[in-house]
């Protein structure tokens, strides 16, 4: 079946990594319920599209999804993590253009307390840091 969109270029992308085996696709909502149990969620780019309350539903979904297993990577832009220092820049320009917010590795972990999740790692990629959070039991 041919699907347009993101959907097919991830499709495309996942196949030429030779991941096929490992991996899929299905087009949907971060709103909505996510398929349950996979190894992994990844938020690249996406939370700090979105100011606390929508961040929380999408993280939210997550965790649901991820339940007991699985881990959620986000990975955005989080300032210094060693000094707690914001992105204030790119937090304003996030603020203006969507309404979202660049946060540091405490805001995030705080975000993510309620729906059940921890800071388990940090690591730097680029000008992003991947921050894997898991369930906080
Ligand atoms: C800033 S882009 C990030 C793109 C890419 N993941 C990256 O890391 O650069 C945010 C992405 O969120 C997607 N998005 C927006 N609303 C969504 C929703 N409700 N469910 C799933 N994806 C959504 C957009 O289509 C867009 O691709």
């Known amino acids: ?62 965790a649901d999804a991820a339940s007991e297993t699985g881990k959620v990577l986000v990975v955005d832009h989080i300032g210094d993590a060693q000094s707690g220092t914001p992105d204030t820049e790119g937090d304003l320009r996030m603020l203006c253009h969507v309404r979202g917010r660049e946060r540091t590795l405490d805001q995030l972990g705080e975000l993510a307390e309620s729906p059940g999740l921890e800071v388990s790692s940090l690591t730097p990629a680029g000008s992003r840091s991947i921050i894997e959070l898991r369930p906080s039991h």
Request: charged fraction near 20%.
């Open 1 to 62: 079946m041919r699907v347009a969109g993101p959907v097919a270029r991830a499709e495309q992308a996942i196949v030429s990594a030779g991941l096929g085996h490992r991996a899929g696709t299905q087009v949907g909502s971060f709103f909505d319920a996510l398929p349950a149990g996979a190894g992994g969620y990844v938020l690249s780019g996406v939370l700090h599209d979105w100011d606390d309350d929508d961040a929380l539903r999408i993280l939210r979904r997550c």
